[in-house]
């Protein structure tokens, strides 16, 4: 039986580093190339030997799809195709296009010219890397080559994310990459045909969440804001460059006019001019509000929010701030925290999740002394508040796609093991589908069965109908009788006259003959008069007829009698027919092998 092969590299079982190899139908698919946010060695990127232990990769993959610019999704792109090697077709949609090179800019300057890493890609690796993409246009079929076609759909999350689904011949699989099922204040739901993919690959970051309602988290986030500005405090809030960070802007923004507050609102990177340019360029892929009121208003073009200078840190008096990175493993929100992290009036809100092994993760445990770089310690006396305004999809979120899509079989990535355990156990149970989750280098094979497309005729659809029965169901199999012809590797089912005509044959007939032994002391004429009696008040829907020239016809079925020559009581009765009463054959050889009943005149 065909099969699909799943080998997580990232993201199995863990978050971050996403990167998941594909096999299906003899095509190699890489989704994602990201990389770790807990890691600064070796493990920050995916284990490509895995793949090849030496060589390109270009001769193993026949394509790369990224989900979106997230860099636990894209970060190790450029080491990939440029380091590693890898000269092939990797797909993404336009603002992902857009975005990913500026992202991965900001990384690389982080890690070396502020860290002084080597061993990593350079500037010119990016533009080289950004050469091979191909964009991707929402709901267009997109021919990879002959056989492989991939379609984008709708993820919500962040500005250009996509779900991919993946076709090769019959087989299918969809890949969610990160995906949001609840509309937000500038973007819109997830979205997918019910396509019934052979694999559903869905990441499971909430997997045991359902969140509480949107209303009552944003009154929430504005009100500890606002106790925090209100005492005099500074709020740090770290946020990836995009996505929450602009969903928070438009909150803390709408709230500060309607309140009339006067302390300053910042936002520390010059990434977010430029963030707020594609959204501005992307608008049709925000939700339909914000594309209502553009023309009027720019919902991006923010009055109380300013662009952040590093000496406003050391001001006195309350601010709030939006620094990146979201997870304080580094970079500008590092630096702030650090300075601030000693006042127990200020405030940090992490508005989303975090990796095990960054700052953000163990301040959310509860870590009140941390180790920094250089073995100092840092106290933390701020209040930490941790408020989930993520894009993910909860629990609920991902049943709901379930339904959407109605999957064969499921596998689960980028989650927690423990959580993604549960979620695989309530799948299982409510979709009687099997469910996966593979840790990192380890492989999933599915089977499939594959379905062979066949036309059928109209001719005989309407001969089918015409001889009643329940109209054609989708979920429910019917058998039909037809001549199946293949003609130029496409399977035609038609009527038998048809098939005769188009391929210019003649009808042969075939019939089956069947003796079978009786024991009847009457004549041979008696006998057959007696038989026919007998099927009269067994078959009564069938037509029986007494033929001159000695014979019992029922339908196409002929019935002759003869004695035998070394015993005139044992009758041999001869039965033929043709194959389309092959069935009612059956039945009446077994019937007269029984005998006649004795009442029979």
């Not at 797909?91 to 990593?120: Q, S």
Request: proline share 4%.
């Amino acid at each position: 039986m065909p099969e699909i092969k799943v080998t997580p590299l990232g993201a199995g079982q863990d978050v971050g580093r996403s990167c998941i190899l594909v096999s299906i139908g003899g095509k190699n698919i890489m989704l994602d190339c990201g990389m770790h946010m807990g890691y600064n060695d070796d493990r920050r990127f995916p284990d490509f030997s895995y793949i090849t232990q030496n060589g390109r990769l270009t001769e193993f993959l026949d394509c790369v799809i990224i989900s979106h610019f997230h860099l636990d999704h894209c970060g190790a792109l450029p080491f990939m195709s440029e380091m590693v090697g890898y000269d092939g077709p990797i797909y993404m949609t336009h603002p992902t296009k857009a975005i990913c090179p500026i992202l991965l800019e900001d990384f690389r300057k982080i890690t070396v010219d502020k860290k002084g890493e080597t061993n990593f890609f350079t500037s010119q690796m990016i533009k080289d890397c950004m050469k091979k993409v191909v964009p991707l246009n929402l709901h267009q079929t997109v021919q990879v080559d002959d056989e492989l076609e991939i379609k984008a759909y709708y993820a919500g999350h962040v500005l250009g994310a996509a779900m991919v689904h993946i076709k090769v011949g019959s087989e299918s699989v969809v890949y969610t990459g990160d995906y949001n099922m609840t509309p937000d204040r500038h973007l819109g739901a997830a979205w997918i045909d019910k396509c019934r993919p052979d694999l559903l690959i869905s990441e499971s970051t909430y997997a045991t969440t359902i969140r509480d309602s949107k209303r009552c988290r944003e009154r929430d986030f504005l009100k500890k804001v606002h106790e925090s500005i209100e005492r005099g405090g500074k709020v740090l809030i770290p946020v990836f460059a995009l996505g929450r960070a602009q969903e928070l802007c438009i909150l803390l923004e709408t709230f500060w006019e309607r309140m009339n507050l006067k302390a300053p609102i910042y936002f520390s990177t010059g990434l977010t001019e430029k963030a707020n340019h594609y959204y501005k360029l992307f608008i049709t892929w925000t939700n339909q509000k914000i594309r209502k009121t553009f023309v009027q208003r720019n919902m991006f073009e923010f009055k109380h929010i300013k662009a952040f200078d590093r000496s406003y840190a050391d001001n006195p008096g309350p601010m709030v701030v939006f620094a990146t990175p979201g997870m304080l493993h580094a970079g500008q929100s590092l630096q702030i925290f650090k300075k601030w992290a000693g006042n127990e009036k200020n405030m940090v809100i992490m508005p989303g999740y975090c990796v095990q092994g960054t700052i953000g993760h163990k301040i959310l445990n509860g870590q009140r002394k941390l180790e920094m770089e250089g073995r100092s310690t840092l106290d933390v006396k701020l209040q930490v508040e941790y408020m989930s305004f993520s894009a993910h999809a909860d629990a609920k979120g991902i049943m709901q796609l379930i339904r959407m899509a109605e999957p064969r079989n499921m596998l689960l990535v980028h989650g927690e093991a423990v959580k993604m355990e549960f979620l695989k156990g309530k799948i299982e149970q409510e979709f009687s589908i099997d469910c996966h989750m593979p840790a990192n280098g380890e492989t999933v094979a599915v089977t499939t069965n594959p379905s062979v497309p066949v036309d059928i005729s109209l001719n005989l659809l309407k001969r089918e109908m015409a001889l009643g029965g329940p109209l054609p169901d989708p979920k429910k199999p019917r058998t039909m009788h037809g001549t199946l012809i293949m003609k130029e590797n496409s399977l035609k089912l038609v009527s038998s006259e048809q098939a005769l005509k188009e391929l210019g044959l003649n009808e042969h007939q075939l019939r089956f003959t069947c003796r079978v032994q009786l024991q009847d002391p009457h004549s041979d004429s008696d006998t057959l008069n007696r038989i026919y009696t007998h099927l009269k008040s067994v078959l009564k829907g069938s037509t029986i007829q007494h033929l001159p020239d000695g014979t019992v016809m029922v339908e196409s079925i002929v019935i002759k009698v003869s004695s035998c020559a070394e015993d005139a009581n044992t009758k041999v009765l001869l039965l033929s027919w043709s194959y389309q009463d092959e069935d009612l054959g059956s039945f009446l050889s077994t019937l007269l092998k029984k005998g006649l009943p004795s009442g029979i005149c």
